[in-house]
């Protein structure tokens, strides 16, 4: 038996892009036989729903919000829901997905969204975070330049479900040349109006965000993908 888990996925409640609501999508995943997701909304600094002139907790606390629903959908559905998020640098379209921290970490770490994208990096990882550059060579109207920061982050995002296969491919080639851990992500923001998604899977459950990131950080998983159905 295989367990099969969302990496990279966003709900309407905090993530100003998404289409489908934390219990929409926990729905989804249930049908699609997944046993766990990974919520990683758009932080603060990215495509939030929630207002910049708000204080740091109630910023946060509303921040949570999506991965909260997701939670209790997830109790009834009998589907592992994790926190994560994914930071941005604002502006540039460089994304990365900081798995391992809390909501109370958040909490007691104001200012978060202030730093400098490199500082940022230093800093979760000093603090136990396994951060994963989230599609490295995205290209959009949006996104002026790559940046990518190989001494920085733990993983590269090498399937994104919503990217181009070249931009995939070239994230691969980066991770193999720097020997960076490999994931995969549907970043999933509209549940059943997806069909292809990705992710991680295990031949052990994963129950709590200590797991997760264990699991992460020890590369105790396949990465798949329901297009191909090949896993790696
Ligand atoms: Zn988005
Ligand atoms: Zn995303």
Redesign the pocket.
Same mark, same amino acid.
């Given at each position: 038996m295989k367990y099969r888990y969302e990496t990279h996925m +966003?709900t309407a409640e905090c993530?100003?892009?998404?289409r489908a609501s934390a219990e929409e999508q926990l729905r989804y995943y249930a049908d699609r036989g997944f046993s766990g997701v990974c919520i990683t909304d +758009?932080f603060l600094t990215?495509?939030t729903t929630v207002p910049a002139e708000l204080s740091w907790k109630r910023r946060v606390e509303l921040f949570c919000v999506g991965w909260e629903k997701a939670r209790e959908a997830g109790d009834k559905l009998g589907v592992n829901v994790f926190f994560a998020w994914?930071h941005a640098d604002q502006g540039k379209g460089t994304d990365f997905l900081t798995y391992g921290l809390s909501k109370e970490w958040l909490l007691d770490n104001e200012g978060l969204d202030r730093m400098s994208i490199t500082a940022y990096l230093d800093f979760v990882r000093r603090e136990g975070a396994f951060v994963a550059h989230a599609h490295p060579f995205r290209e959009d109207f949006y996104i002026p330049y790559l940046q990518l920061m190989p001494r920085q982050v733990d993983a590269v995002e090498i399937i994104n479900a919503c990217r181009k296969d070249f931009e995939n491919e070239r994230a691969a080639e980066y991770a193999r040349n720097y020997g960076l851990a490999v994931l995969a992500g549907s970043?999933n +923001?509209s549940a059943g109006k997806q069909q292809r998604l990705c992710g991680i899977e295990t031949d052990t459950p994963i129950r709590t965000d200590a797991d997760f990131l264990q699991v992460l950080r020890s590369g105790s998983y396949k990465i798949f993908d329901t297009r191909t159905e090949i896993s790696i």
């Open positions: +966003h993530s100003r892009c998404a +758009h990215g495509n994914e970043d +923001h």
